[in-house]
C-alpha cells in the first residue's frame, strides 16, 4: 500500500482460501482480499503479482482502462495464469442425441443444442443437449 498506492487504500483484510482455483479474489463489501493456496502452491512466485492485481481491484474494480493502466503502473499482471490442475471437475455432463458429442459443464443448461449439429449456431431441438451425468 504504501509503496504503490501512497498509502491510500482502506485497511483490507487478507487471507488465504483452500477452496479457490482462480489465484486471487477481491470482495469489495467485506474489504477482503483472499489468495489461492493451490494456485499459490504451483506458481508460488505470483503471490506478490497476485496481491497487487488484488488491491488495484480496491479502487478500480472492473478489468477496465482505468484498472490496466494502474496494473501497467506498478507492474503487475492482468491474468492469472492456466495450470491443468486448478480446472475444475464438470458438475454436468451433456450429449448431443446426433453426434454423441460431449458438452462438459459446471452449471445446468436449460436450452442448449450442439453447436456442430444446429444450423448456424442456432438453437435446434433435434440437437437439444441431453443430461448424461449430473
Known amino acids: 500500500n504504501a509503496f504503490y498506492f501512497a498509502n491510500k487504500l482502506p485497511l483490507t483484510k487478507i487471507e488465504y482460501s483452500s477452496r479457490m482455483t482462480n489465484a486471487g479474489s477481491y470482495t469489495p463489501a467485506l474489504k477482503l482480499i483472499k489468495i489461492s493456496k493451490k494456485y499459490h502452491q504451483i506458481f508460488p512466485d505470483d503471490i506478490e503479482d497476485t496481491l497487487k492485481h488484488e488491491m488495484i481491484h480496491i479502487i478500480h474494480f472492473y478489468h477496465n482502462a482505468e484498472f490496466k493502466k494502474e496494473a501497467l503502473r ?47 449456431g442456432r438453437f435446434d431441438n433435434r440437437f437439444k443437449l441431453k443430461l448424461y451425468k449430473a
Open 74 to 120: 506498478i507492474g503487475t499482471s492482468l491474468k492469472a495464469k492456466f495450470h491443468p490442475a486448478l480446472r475444475r471437475k464438470p458438475k454436468y455432463l451433456y450429449l448431443c442425441p446426433g453426434c454423441k458429442k460431449e458438452y462438459p459443464r459446471q452449471k445446468r443448461l436449460r436450452m442448449a443444442s450442439c453447436g456442430d449439429c444446429s444450423d448456424k
